[in-house]
């Protein structure tokens, strides 16, 4: 990865709040560009935005538009698979492919998951999820040109894909649990 990053795309879970405000803070200091940072849930948004005294965070948004995009009434099934089929063949993967390990749009995602509670965005017709999915295309899509993303952090397989096809720097943390370290 060669720097500069301006404009930092920093996806952060809820898991680990404090890690990712101290990543944050030093992806700042290091690069001086811009952190939008992309979390889920209003108290996410509230905690985060309590956190930013300092500014390290130019800006701090839900992204719950997956999972929370409604279905229009007079929606037109075709356009939609159209517009799907379309963002298959930008970002080289299809719908189903994204959808086996989502939890809650995958249809395969309970053939493993012995007890594991169903989520009640699984019981939603295809065309929803379809949906659903142009609605996180677009968003990202939107936010890497209206930003210009440079770099893109612990994104979903949305963020990644657009990076990709962008040229732009990928990376997620994983646990690693290496000496006393989790990250």
Not at 43 to 51: G, L
Not at 91 to 111: A, S
Not at 142 to 149: C, P, S, Y
Request: aromatic content about 16%; charged content about 20%; overall charge neutral.
């Amino acid at each position: 990865m060669t720097p500069p990053f301006t404009s930092v795309a920093y996806c952060a879970r809820s898991e680990s709040r404090y890690f990712h405000l101290a990543l944050a803070r030093r992806i700042k200091a290091r690069f001086k560009g811009e952190i939008h940072l992309y979390c889920i849930g209003p108290q996410e948004v509230e905690f985060y935005q309590k956190e930013n005294s300092d500014g390290v965070f130019t800006s701090i948004i839900s992204d719950e538009f997956s999972l929370s995009s409604r279905f229009p009434a007079d929606a037109s099934e075709d356009l939609i698979y159209a517009r799907a089929q379309e963002n298959e063949r930008k970002y080289g993967c299809t719908y189903n492919f994204l959808t086996v390990n989502n939890r809650h749009f995958g249809r395969g995602y309970m053939l493993g998951g012995f007890y594991h509670p169903r989520s009640r965005q699984s019981e939603l017709p295809y065309a929803h999820m379809v949906h659903s999915y142009n609605n996180a295309f677009e968003f990202w899509e939107t936010e890497f040109e209206r930003k210009g993303i440079s770099l893109c952090l612990n994104g979903g397989e949305f963020a990644a894909k657009i990076s990709a096809t962008l040229g732009v720097p990928f990376r997620t943390m994983a646990g690693s649990r290496l000496d006393n370290l989790h990250y």
